[in-house]
């Protein structure tokens, strides 16, 4: 299993090779299991922030001072080992309407499943020994194979905890385990809707926010930021996120974001900073590009380690509709035009953002280019989208999910036994 740490997210906070806080002697400790997936970087992203809020809560809130803090990624426990990624990846092409579909649409609210425990028993057996062993005082998801098989655990070894399930998007898909979850922490009331027809009760509901590291809400000190990024302080910053950890979902966006080249020097009181990520021949590709074109007002970053500090320092983000990314540009007052068609839980994310006038969405490159010309001539409109995304801004999520958590910690809780649930839900509240 791989070696995590929390350095990124502040303290310096060294984890052993299942992704456990080492502990400062041999003794047991309490713990609290922190569950994501390795599939692409927001889950665990998400799992981290939780991580890094236990971290600083000990002795407060009911955290324990002497706390152990697990971070695992729950494919590590699989009987069969599959890669995530590619997994994920597998739905970016042809078979994206197909995910749209199966992600929320059709089954969801309606037959729903109900515990995982098979999935648990024959998949995810080491998982079991891991609770037997630690007996956790609860379970934080970020994913729902972590929540199917945190569920699973429970169900199988008779160690009783809290299971509490934080979606990173603006939708919930239809696979969690609804009525086995002790807490759900949604991003908005317009989640909870989904849930209550899932025959989710209300006491399980509660709007969190979506948990981020911290920084994004600091102040900023623009001329500082600005000289440290080499962008010029006088021009609208747009900052082009142009790259992840998995490229293949960046192909189409590239392709739009390929086509308004030629246009960008006609704005000109924008500055355009381009993210490619860690793809190197990307952002080689760019350079070679905008020097031909002998563009003035564009900048290519390489891979940048302080994103909190960069989207403080930037107006306006033109992006893919990530549900960490998002929420992150939320966080940190960053507009946003969301660039491309969407499916599954980024339409979701798409929907919730312009449904709130928090974002713009283009489609087509021609879309882009009429909207920034938009924002380039009425710069009252980037303060709108401001204004307007301010209902969706909770840059404490983290620290909440982890006090509502320990609300649940130690309360009686008579569980039925069962083998696996099936069950009929209500008409959702929110269809296509």
């Known amino acids: 299993m791989t070696t995590e740490r929390l350095d990124n997210l502040g303290d310096n906070v060294p984890l052993n090779s299942r992704g456990t806080v080492s502990p400062a002697s041999e003794a047991p400790r309490p713990v609290i299991t922190i569950m994501h997936a390795s599939v692409g970087s927001g889950h665990r992203a998400a799992a981290m922030a939780i991580a890094q809020a236990v971290e600083n809560m000990r002795g407060a809130h009911g955290v324990p001072d002497d706390v152990e803090v697990d971070v695992l990624d729950v494919l590590d426990f699989g009987r069969i080992k599959f890669d995530g990624n590619k997994t994920a990846a597998a739905f970016t092409g042809a078979t994206r309407p197909i995910y749209d579909v199966t992600w929320r649409y059709t089954l969801t609210g309606r037959l729903l499943w109900g515990g995982g425990s098979a999935w648990s028993r024959i998949m995810f057996h080491s998982f079991n020994d891991y609770v037997t062993e ?8 970020t994913h729902i194979t972590a929540a199917n098989t945190a569920v699973g655990a429970r169900m199988m070894t008779g160690v009783e905890f809290p299971v509490v399930c934080v979606p990173t998007d603006y939708e919930i898909e239809g696979w969690w385990p609804h009525k086995e979850t002790d807490l759900f922490c949604v991003a908005t009331e317009f989640m909870a809707e989904t849930l209550r027809p899932r025959k989710v009760p209300e006491r399980c509901i509660e709007v969190t926010g979506i948990p981020i590291r911290p920084g994004f809400s600091d102040p900023r000190d623009r001329e500082h930021d600005c000289e440290t990024f080499g962008v010029p302080s006088d021009k609208t910053l747009v900052l082009v996120m142009a790259g992840a950890a998995l490229p293949q979902p960046y192909v189409r966006f590239r392709a739009a974001m390929e086509e308004t080249l030629p246009y960008l020097r006609s704005f000109e009181s924008m500055h355009f900073v381009f993210l490619p990520g860690k793809d190197i021949a990307y952002a ?149």
């Open 134 to 141: 630690k007996r956790p005082l609860a379970v934080i998801c």
């Open 284 to 432: 080689k590709h760019l350079r070679s590009v905008f020097e031909g074109m002998k563009l003035p007002n564009v900048t290519v970053l390489d891979y940048v380690d302080d994103m909190a500090a960069l989207m403080r320092t930037c107006d306006l983000a033109i992006l893919k509709s990530g549900g960490l990314t998002v929420t992150e540009c939320l966080c940190a007052e960053l507009p946003m035009i969301l660039l491309g068609k969407s499916y599954g839980q980024e339409k979701a994310n798409t929907t919730m953002l312009t449904s709130f006038g928090a974002s713009m969405h283009a489609t087509t490159s021609r879309e882009l280019i009429m909207q920034l010309r938009h924002l380039h001539d009425n710069s009252e409109a980037l303060h709108g989208l401001l204004v307007n995304a301010g209902a969706l801004r909770r840059p404490n999520a983290a620290q909440d999910i982890v006090c509502s958590t320990m609300r649940l910690v130690g309360v009686p809780c008579d569980r039925e036994q069962h083998f696996a649930e099936f069950y009929w839900g209500g008409k959702p509240a929110h269809i296509r």
